[in-house]
C-alpha cells in the first residue's frame, strides 16, 4: 500500500528556517517522482519543488528557489525539503506526493498519491 506521511511543520519567525519530512511506502508503486506541493487557505494548491528518482534532477517554483531545497535519501525512504528564510507568505500546508511516470511536472494533477500534509506558519 502506498504511504506518504510529512513530518517538521511548526511554527517559525520570519527568516527562520524549518526541515521537512516525509517518509514513503510505496509497496509495488514505483514513484519516478517526488514532489512537494502547498496550499494556504483560500489559495489553490500551488507547486514548490520536485525531485526524480535518483535524485539527480530538481526543479523549484520561483517563489522559493535558492531559499528552499529538495532532496531524498540514498538509502531510505524519505523525502526532504529544507526552507530557509522563511518568509510569512510560506505559510501553508505542505504536502509530498508521488507520481508515476518520469518527468518533473509541476502540475499537481498528475500526482497519483498524496500524504495529508503538515503545517508551516511562519510569524512576522
Known amino acids: ?5 510529512e513530518s517538521g511543520g511548526g ?8 526541515k521537512l519530512s516525509c517518509r514513503y511506502s510505496t ?6 517522482t ?3 506541493f502547498r496550499q494556504a487557505p483560500g489559495k489553490e494548491r500551488e507547486f514548490v519543488a520536485n525531485i526524480n528518482w535518483n ?3 530538481t526543479n523549484y517554483a520561483e517563489a522559493v528557489k535558492g531559499r528552499f531545497t529538495i532532496s531524498r ?9 529544507w526552507m530557509n528564510n522563511l518568509k510569512p507568505e510560506d505559510t501553508a ?5 508521488t507520481k508515476s511516470l518520469p518527468g518533473l511536472t509541476s502540475d499537481w494533477t498528475l500526482y497519483n498519491y498524496w500524504g495529508q500534509g503538515t503545517q ?5
Do not use: N
Not at 535519501?73 to 525539503?81: A, E, I, V
Not at 508551516?120 to 512576522?124: I, K
Open 34 to 36: 517526488l514532489g512537494w
Open 120 to 124: 508551516v506558519t511562519v510569524s512576522s
Open 11 to 18: 511554527l517559525v519567525q520570519a527568516g527562520g528556517s524549518l
Open 55 to 57: 535524485g539527480e534532477r
Open 27 to 32: 509497496g509495488t508503486f514505483v514513484g519516478y
Open 73 to 81: 535519501g540514498k538509502f531510505d525512504s524519505t523525502l526532504y525539503l
Open 1 to 5: 500500500q502506498v504511504q506518504l506521511v
Open 93 to 97: 500546508a505542505y504536502y509530498c506526493a
